[in-house]
């Protein structure tokens, strides 16, 4: 595919003008940042891994009743997705005690919560993305409440199914952070769409038998081969032959170019629950 104009480039992805209106390409980038980019390194076949799982993740979650923006792989690095508008709010989804909240709580990691804990942080990288109250979101516009409740109710769905899903390959869903978008339909009727990705760049895997760290913790606290673990999540998901595809940082292009394109079929007929309670306001069409 011929190279687009880019929009938008972040810390581990490029976005670029999709081929059709509506239509973006997110590129998936091998960039490694932590502790907002203060720590930073290129993984050769990072970007390749990220875009496999986070497409068949998606899929599954477009299969249970939770709309996404991922419509299609398009190669080993880029995929297709809907365009839509980003919500600036980032919620964190914490089954087991990990990371910030044991520093700004005195909490034990590893610690079972009893319910899942849903936290709200303001994506604004120059401010180091604050964690926010529900005050803050609807006092300076972020999102109504009836988009919160919406975006929240979709990240316990997700929790659910995700934790199912990596409890059958023997990985516990410590944590994961999520990120949602508006989407306008014909009508100027608003949906809330799960946007962005869903890899172990964003999410906490421990295996179940060792508590080994199989995600980016890897990278940021240096307990070993980034790849190593991100690759042993795409096995046992069956997304990659088993003896991989990325050897001593290098990538196998035969192998990759081989592993076939993931399609969001349902995302065609998808049916989707407006959230609209008042007079919608399409930025699109001001």
């Known amino acids: 595919m011929a190279r687009r104009k ?9 976005i670029f003008e999709g081929p059709e209106p509506g239509t973006l390409i997110q590129y998936f980038k091998d960039d490694a940042t932590a502790f907002n980019a203060e720590k930073h390194d ?21 299969a249970i009743g939770v709309p996404t923006h991922f419509m299609r792989s398009l190669n080993m ?19 087991v005690a990990a990371g910030s909240i044991c520093k700004r709580l005195g909490v034990k990691e590893g610690t079972v919560f009893p ?26 516009g972020w999102a109504d409440p009836f988009e919160l409740e919406e975006m929240v109710a979709q990240s316990f769905r997700v929790n659910d199914y995700l934790n199912g899903l990596f409890e059958g390959i023997g990985l516990r869903l410590v944590d994961f952070k999520l990120e949602f978008g508006r989407l306008w339909g014909d009508f100027d009727e608003l949906y809330i769409i799960l946007a962005d990705e869903i890899s172990p760049d964003n999410c906490r895997l421990w295996d179940v038998k060792t508590n080994e760290k199989m995600d980016k913790d890897r990278f940021r606290h240096d307990l ?17 032959p088993k003896d991989g595809i990325i050897h001593g940082g290098n990538i196998d292009e035969k192998a990759a170019c081989e592993l076939g394109e993931i399609e969001n079929e349902l995302a065609k007929e998808r049916r989707l629950r407006s959230v609209n309670k008042g007079k919608p306001k399409n930025p699109r069409k001001a």
């Not at 076949?45 to 979650?61: C, D, P, W, Y």
């Not at 899942?116 to 604004?124: A, D, H």
Request: aromatic share 8%; hydrophobic share 40%; no cysteine.
């Open 115 to 140: 319910y899942p804990i849903v936290e709200y942080y303001y994506k604004k990288d120059e401010l180091g993305d604050p964690m926010v109250n529900e005050n803050h979101i609807f006092n300076f």
């Open 42 to 62: 290129v993984i050769a076949g990072k970007g390749v891994l990220n875009n496999r799982i986070s497409a068949h993740i998606m899929t599954k979650l477009e």
């Open 6 to 14: 880019a929009l938008y480039e972040g810390k581990a992805k490029t």
């Open 224 to 240: 070993g081969d980034l790849v190593e673990g991100y690759q042993e999540i795409a096995k046992r998901l069956g997304l990659i």
């Open 77 to 95: 690095r880029e995929q297709l997705v809907r365009q839509v508008d980003i919500i600036p709010i980032e919620l964190v989804v914490r089954n």
